[in-house]
């Protein structure tokens, strides 16, 4: 059975501070990451994806994810976030047909 | 092009009754997944529909039900609705099958008294 995890639930930042949030995953064969981001009122919508190939996968609004395949992880990262970044956030995985999402990070971000 | 619609967006039901939720994928999506998503246990998945037959299914009672029509529209049933079953309902919708990157709805907010 897969499974992920994000390691933070809860993360407040100021403008311009650096992001990263953590997320593992297990899974023993090949997997599609993904993270995907909520806005306040809105629908989850994907932010970027890895397949295949370079394990740096760029996403939209500036957020990069790399993947680290020996350490089974898919972390997410900005280097300067803005007070719209506010949202929450969820990684997930899907190696088995069968979607797995970790239960998100609420990141809050202070003008 | 149009996203993916959820109809209703509100649902108040008691204890013991059923409900019906529907889901228009987007036009030309084939794969429809429905996710239950509380706070406490984040987003779970339900099941998978794909050519009018449920492909995969998550680890939910038999009374939530579903199924997929010609055109990709989906429903999905839960019977003997339990207070516990109080949650938002997400479709999703994507091209095809394998892992491939999901559309979201709004979601049907289900409320049980």
Redesign the interface.
Known sequence: AQSVSQHNHHVILSEAASLELGCNYSYGGTVNLFWYVQYPGQHLQLLLKYFSGDPLVKGIKGFEAEFIKSKFSFNLRKPSVQWSDTAEYFCAVSGSYIPTFGRGTSLIVHP | KA??TQTPRYLIKTRGQQVTLSCSPISGHRSV?W?QQTPGQ????LF?YFSETQ??K?NFPGRFSGRQFSNSRSEMNVSTLELGDSALY?C?SALD???????????TRLSIL
């Open positions: 996203g993916v997944s996710y984040g987003l779970q998945f998978e492909r995969n998550g997400l999703a099958r394998g892992g491939q990157p999901q559309h979201f709805g709004d979601g």
